[in-house]
């Protein structure tokens, strides 16, 4: 395997706050976070004290500066922040953290996400995260809202159903992988103790016979709403050999924005897309590996055709024999060829705008997750698609380093 700088650095510490259904959380998004912080460090090994960088992106409100005051911070040496839209800049982050310690910025980088859905932070009420609606969105952001709302696309659903439709009619996807991407996702929630849908498996007929969201959504097909925040741990693979935690090493990092794929009114060169084309091959370049090395996919789903989409643009599956491989039985972490969000993920365990996949992963490459994979060495984290800008990552073991 091609060794990169990346390999430098590792993740050695994971945690979160809890998690609770929407509007349920008895603290405060700030609490949440230093929950979560306090947890990642506790995890590895270190003091919260010894933090001297903070990452994190799609602009969340909790300032790193009030974070660098509640732990008691001697010295906030690098802050970052990825901007790109929803769950896209989860990975970027992770990259961005990274470069941090590789250029000598910091030591000790904490990624760190909440999410606090009230009822008006709702992505699935108009005015979320795709709706629009406000003059200075009309104005400023791609008219969004201007050329919808007056059609009915209020919501993140609503809006992101002509990519899914698009799925469905011209590259001929049955839904059966879209059920098969979703049952998997509660199937592995049932063994999680964190998730929020655990105790709730799901059935093909009770997919099936679920409520219309937008066509083709199905209810299931749709993430969670809730509470929690998600923080990581990142120092240098030297430094990780000696903490807590069996380290996990960042094989390959990147982000990507194609070509005009955010232009207004849907006129996007390839509406059909993930947007992870060109990202796909140059990680794989970067780790060294291609998509048959792969041990464990964690995909972000706000809405599960975008799932598919980016297996695909990954070199899982092809539109063409999406139905054969994207089956329930072939997605499972007990004995799958291809499993596939081992904690839940958005759909089951919480949506923290992708942090949970990629928790998840080092999970897996630790041997600590509660739907192991045998001899798990690579992890895929994806985030995004179905947003403009996204970003992967590549996790891996010491062993393949």
């Known amino acids: 395997m091609s060794r990169n700088p990346l390999t430098a650095v590792a993740i050695s510490g994971i945690g979160n706050s809890g ?132 059609y009915g696309v209020l919501s993140s659903a609503t809006t992101l159903s002509f990519q899914a439709n698009r799925l469905v009619e011209d590259a001929g996807v049955p839904r059966s992988a879209f059920s098969a991407v979703s049952r998997a996702s509660y199937h592995h929630a049932q063994q999680n103790p964190d998730a929020l849908m655990n105790g709730r498996p799901l059935s093909a007929e009770r997919y099936e016979e679920s409520r219309w969201i937008a066509e083709p959504y ?36 990147g982000e990507t924005m194609s070509f005009r794929a955010d232009s207004g009114a849907f006129n996007w060169p390839d509406l059909c897309s993930g947007a992870f084309r060109d990202l796909a091959p140059r990680l794989y370049r970067q780790a060294g590996i291609g998509p048959q090395d792969v041990d464990v996919v964690q995909v972000y789903e706000n809405f599960v055709p975008g799932v598919v989409m980016a297996l695909e643009e990954f070199g899982f599956c092809t539109y063409e024999n999406a139905g054969e491989v994207l089956t329930f039985e072939n997605l499972i972490a007990q004995g799958g060829k291809l499993p596939l969000n081992t904690s839940g993920g958005n759909l089951a365990e919480a949506y923290v705008l992708g942090m949970g996949h990629v928790v998840e992963g080092v999970r897996q490459i630790r041997g600590s997750s509660s739907n192991q994979v045998q001899d798990a060495n690579i992890v895929l984290a994806t985030a995004g698609p179905l947003t403009p800008m996204t970003s992967a990552l590549i996790l891996g073991s010491g062993d393949v380093l």
Request: glycine content about 12%.
């Open 19 to 150: 998690f609770y259904p929407r509007g349920t959380s008895p603290d405060p998004d700030f609490r949440l976070v230093l929950k979560a912080l306090f947890a990642a460090c506790e995890d590895a090994g270190i003091n919260p004290k010894e933090i001297d960088g903070l990452a994190s992106y799609c602009g969340p409100v909790t300032d790193p500066r009030r974070i660098a005051c509640a732990l008691g911070l001697k010295e906030l040496r690098y802050a970052s922040l990825q901007w790109a839209s929803g769950g896209g800049g989860t990975s970027a982050a992770f990259a961005n953290a990274a470069s941090a310690i590789i250029a000598g910025l910091a030591d000790v980088v904490a990624v760190v996400r909440s999410v606090k859905m009230d009822v008006g932070a709702r992505y699935g009420q108009f005015g979320g995260a795709y709706g629009g609606g406000s003059v200075e969105t009309v104005s400023g952001y791609g008219f969004r809202g201007a050329d919808k709302a007056p």
């Open 218 to 253: 199905k209810l299931y097909d749709c993430c969670l709403e809730n509470d929690g925040a998600i923080a990581a741990i990142l120092v240098s693979a030297e430094r990780a050999k000696n903490l807590k935690t069996k380290p996990v090493h960042l094989l390959a990092a």
